[in-house]
């Protein structure tokens, strides 16, 4: 059986051997080493090899979550692997759990049709840079909208300009003139096409997406496939997916129609009307639309980034399609695969009870004050006691920072974000951003760099040797 040596500080020794016990038929054996400092978030890979005597043994040395410092050059000193752990203690069990039955979110099979929607009013150089944008939040194929009554004289300039840039180009418009001269410039798709103007379609090589002459008329859709089917051309399907309250519900009956109809034919989705015509976070219905895409087996997604609230939507469905491709593949509810679509909430927001707080704050010797967020509260502690509180205003006076200015900044700053965290239900962990998923542009930690020390507090408070 593997045997586990888990490093730590004096502080997180006690809940970290509690939750190893918890941990029920364990395929491992664990021991716990504390390495002779206080926090263990302070701990480096330069202490660790300091003050943990080579060889280990054991089959694997798990360090805390947050452990800065080269962990591959770490295996090769100790001879055996050398991993982080979660950033919360508490996490074990779903760290291991995940480590036992890891999700693969590398493939997907619905392909993201990004819409420049102002496309007609913007430079081509201003169409090439917000494609690379899309591109690098996930998209394979760059929409250029078009506008009514509006020229698009730069049309096949920018058709030409991103496919030169190697991006898949569709271009979308309710004139058939100007579908024409975007297959004619080398538009891989023409989105979209009705049983009256089929006509393009031979005309051009792009590919068409096919939609009824009207949302309701399913039988104008259903003859514009079988007369592509009898031609041997490549098409998408797109029965429209209309707004609530205006007929999402029988939209959505009209995509299970026609996969029942056509079982293998390819399906196109636009979620637009959905996302960017209902007021609320969009990570939470592109799940739930993703969702309908896999069972669907859906080809395509449209969707577009043009009200404020949806400024994200690209990245979301990025996600949302990897998420429930994993589902649908394994069975399996789509839960504990990825966090990202978690925006606003966690679902495990308080990792530790008041009690457990209580228990390690009357452990600090120091003045330096911790915070941390229970379902009760604000809990600011350091060597003067413990306080509980529900906002910054609250607490402050209980602080004594009048005359430390530094100081009241920076406990300002993580009060802040404490109480964000407390009202909203999202995890927090002192001196680091709070994680809103996928709607937020933060790049990862790199934790093989060393982090500089805070300009709010001196370096002996947060540091150890």
């Not at 099979?109 to 090439?128: C, G, K, M, N, Q």
């Not at 949302?320 to 925006?343: C, F, Q, V, W, Y």
């Not at 606003?344 to 941390?372: G, L």
């Amino acid at each position: 059986m593997e045997h586990i040596v888990f490093l730590t500080g004096r502080l997180a020794q006690p809940s970290l051997e509690r939750v190893l016990a918890g941990i029920e038929g364990a395929p491992f054996t664990w021991e716990v080493r504390e390495i002779g400092l206080q926090v263990a978030a302070l701990m480096t890979a330069d202490m660790i090899r300091r003050r943990v005597a080579a060889p280990v043994a054991a089959s694997r040395i798990i360090v805390p979550g947050r452990c800065r410092g080269d962990v591959e050059e770490l295996s090769r000193h100790f001879g055996v692997k050398v991993q982080r752990g979660p950033e919360e203690l508490k996490d074990l069990p779903r760290f291991f759990d995940r480590a036992a039955k890891p999700i693969d979110l590398d493939e997907y099979e619905v392909a993201i049709f990004a819409e420049i929607v102002d496309a007609p009013r913007l430079s081509v150089e201003a169409i090439v840079e917000r494609a690379r944008r899309y591109a690098a939040d996930g998209a394979n194929v760059i929409d250029l909208g078009g506008l009514p009554e509006t020229r698009f004289d730069h049309l096949e300039d920018s058709v030409r300009a991103l496919k030169a840039e190697g991006f898949s180009v569709s271009v979308d418009s309710i004139d058939p003139d100007e579908l024409l001269r975007g297959g004619q410039a080398g538009a891989d798709y023409l989105l979209s096409l009705n049983l009256d103007t089929l006509w393009v379609a031979d005309e051009v090589a792009s590919t068409p997406v096919l939609i009824p002459r009207v949302p309701s008329d399913e039988a104008s859709l259903h003859e514009a496939i079988e007369q592509l089917q009898r031609r041997g051309r490549a098409f998408l399907a797109d029965p429209i997916l209309d707004p609530i309250p205006f007929g999402l519900t029988a939209s959505i009956v009209r995509y299970h129609r026609l996969r029942e109809r056509f079982p293998e034919v390819p399906i196109m989705m636009g979620i637009g009307n959905v996302t960017e015509l209902t007021e609320a976070d969009t990570s939470g219905i592109n799940a739930v639309l993703f969702g309908m895409a896999a069972e669907l087996k859906i080809a395509a997604v449209l969707t577009t980034q043009v009200s404020a609230h949806a400024r994200r939507a690209v990245r979301e469905a990025d996600k949302a399609r990897r998420i429930m491709h994993a589902a649908a593949r394994l069975n399996s509810l789509p839960k504990g695969m990825d966090d990202a679509l978690m925006t606003v909430h966690d679902k495990r927001p308080f990792p530790d009870t008041p009690a457990e707080i209580e228990a390690v704050a009357a452990q600090v010797k120091d003045p330096n004050f911790r915070v941390q967020v229970s379902a009760e509260g604000l809990h600011v502690y350091n060597r003067d006691g413990l306080r509980l509180g529900h906002d910054p205003f609250e607490l402050w006076p209980q602080l004594r920072l009048g005359e430390d200015a530094p100081h009241a900044f920076y406990m300002g700053v993580e009060l802040a974000r404490a109480e964000i965290a407390w009202r909203l239900g999202k995890r927090y962990v002192q001196d680091q951003p709070l994680d809103w998923g996928c709607a937020d542009d933060r790049a990862p930690q790199d934790l093989n760099r060393w982090c500089a020390p805070g300009t709010t507090m001196s370096s002996k408070t947060k540091t150890e040797s």
